[in-house]
């Protein structure tokens, strides 16, 4: 297959996660799929930016904002596909296979189906409603990957220069261009941290809310100020 696919991953001091998602790139290379790589950071202060360097990446910088980064991320990629990734997201074995299966198809945009690392109820109830809530409403999270056609992307509109919420207005913008955005057959598997440090009822209950807000309005950089603190 012609290396058609741009890999765009947003950084902002990720040395922890970061070789782990390359890692499960490795395949797509193999594969004869990945065109390139693009690490967007947002001003890491730890090896980050040396891991882009040696893995070949594409490295583009700016201020740390999701969709800032994102947003000039894909600008520097070169592919008719894009697949954007979150840096603590490990794509399961053979992922590259379906997404070969799913350019060659033509098909819309898609994401993967969550799952995280940990085990127990509560990271099974948490990924199935992420997965449901994407299924129903077509509302994938940036932790669920997002792999679309350069052209669906830019018909879109892109990703818009926010530090929160990024990812729905993309999806939201994607619906209106009037793209079907579907699941692939293959796992995203991403860090629980904020859930294991807030406690996943909490933590769930607030990125509800947080969605709520931004769903009726809320200025995208006030919901950001709460959801660090």
């Known amino acids: 297959m012609t290396a058609t696919l741009s890999i765009v991953i947003p950084t902002l ?9 390359l ?17 967007t950071d947002g001003g890491s202060s730890d090896t980050t ?12 910088t700016g201020p740390a904002s999701r969709g800032g980064q994102l947003r000039r991320g894909v ?14 997201t490990v794509l399961s074995h053979g992922w ?3 997404v070969i299966d799913h350019i060659r198809e033509q098909g819309g ?21 992420a997965n449901l809530r994407a299924g129903l409403f077509a509302l994938p999270y940036g932790d669920q990957g997002l792999l679309l056609r350069r052209a669906d992307y830019d018909r879109a509109g892109g990703y818009p220069d926010q530090p929160l919420m990024e990812d729905v207005a993309l999806a939201r913008a994607l619906r209106r261009s009037g ?3 579907t699941r692939l057959n293959a796992r995203a598997t991403t860090c629980a941290e904020r859930y294991l440090r807030d406690g996943w009822i909490r933590r769930g209950a607030r ?20 959801y660090r603190r």
Do not use: Q
């Open 13 to 21: 001091d990720a040395e922890k996660h970061l070789p782990r998602c």
């Open 23 to 39: 890692d499960s790139l490795i395949e797509g290379l193999t594969a004869g799929l990945i065109r390139d790589l693009v690490i």
């Open 49 to 60: 930016r040396d891991m882009a360097d040696a893995a070949g990446a594409t490295l583009v």
């Open 75 to 88: 600008a520097a990629a070169r592919g008719d596909w894009v697949l954007v990734l979150h840096a603590d």
């Open 96 to 98: 590259s296979d379906i």
């Open 109 to 129: 945009p898609a994401h993967f189906r969550l799952a995280f690392r940990e085990s127990g109820l509560m990271p099974a109830l948490v990924s199935g409603w």
């Open 179 to 181: 793209c079907a955005i």
């Open 207 to 226: 990125n509800l809310w947080t969605m709520f807000r931004y769903m009726i309005g809320t200025d995208p950089e006030r919901l950001a100020a709460s």
